[in-house]
């Protein structure tokens, strides 16, 4: 196939224990989907649908590359969160064979222009630009589901410079990962390579230039990174 411009190469995230590497296609991410997080952000806690939202595929960081500051913020917010990887999809996928689809799980950073974001909310606006931006997924290796075991209570935490940032159990997600891609796929047919970032628990904050983080999901995954 000829393009007018070479193609863009594919995304992609490293895989524990593998040289193969998890090409992305979409970036799907949960809002408001602990209780606590919902409250700190003055919303409601609706336990009737999952919030959606999209960034980049491109927008992800890995390997443990510098983070860039983001044009256009004075308020870059860090947003802890269990990654899920599909390695199949479909369009309204049963609750029952939900977790079939799941290639396996990472954890990652929902980062998040904070003022844009207020400022759209006030005007009753999209806030894309406060999410989808340019490095806005930092994502740690994918470690696959071993015999089928899904982790259903697993630490989500956050340090910044070696403090405490964020700490819950995924146990207090208002949706369940089967609950999540259910409802995805009633809204978009899923396919091998989407990842799922799946919320955040209460305690974000702002981010400045040369701060290190360090998130962690249980024994499952790990992430350290710097902003620059």
């Known amino acids: 196939m000829n393009f007018v411009f070479p193609a863009p190469p594919v995304a992609s995230v490293p895989v524990l224990h593998s040289e193969q590497r998890f090409a992305v296609h979409r970036i799907y991410c949960v809002g408001r989907n602990y209780a606590d997080h919902a409250r700190e952000m003055g919303a409601d806690v609706n336990r009737t649908q999952p919030t959606f939202f999209l960034k980049p595929a491109d927008a992800v960081v890995t390997d443990g590359r510098d983070v860039p ?14 990654v899920v990887a599909l390695g199949s999809g479909g369009r309204d996928i049963p609750l029952e064979t939900a977790l079939e689809h799941v290639f396996g799980y990472g954890v990652g950073l929902d980062l998040t222009r904070r003022d844009l974001q207020a400022a759209a909310k006030a005007k009753s606006l999209p806030w894309d630009v406060a999410k989808g931006f340019d490095a806005s997924a930092p994502i740690s290796a994918l470690r696959a589901i071993g015999n089928g075991v899904h ?29 999540i891609i259910h409802a995805l796929s009633q809204l978009f047919e899923l396919t091998a390579g989407d990842l799922i970032f799946t919320g955040t628990p209460a305690g974000v904050a702002a981010l400045a230039r040369g701060d290190v983080f360090e998130a962690t999901l249980g024994g499952v995954a790990s992430l350290q990174g710097r902003i620059v």
């Open 69 to 82: 500051y983001p044009s256009a913020t004075a308020d870059l917010h860090h947003e802890v969160e269990m």
């Open 151 to 179: 982790p259903q209570h697993a630490t989500l935490s956050l340090l910044v410079n070696g403090e405490p940032r964020q700490n819950s159990d995924i146990s207090e997600m208002i949706f369940n990962v089967a609950e």
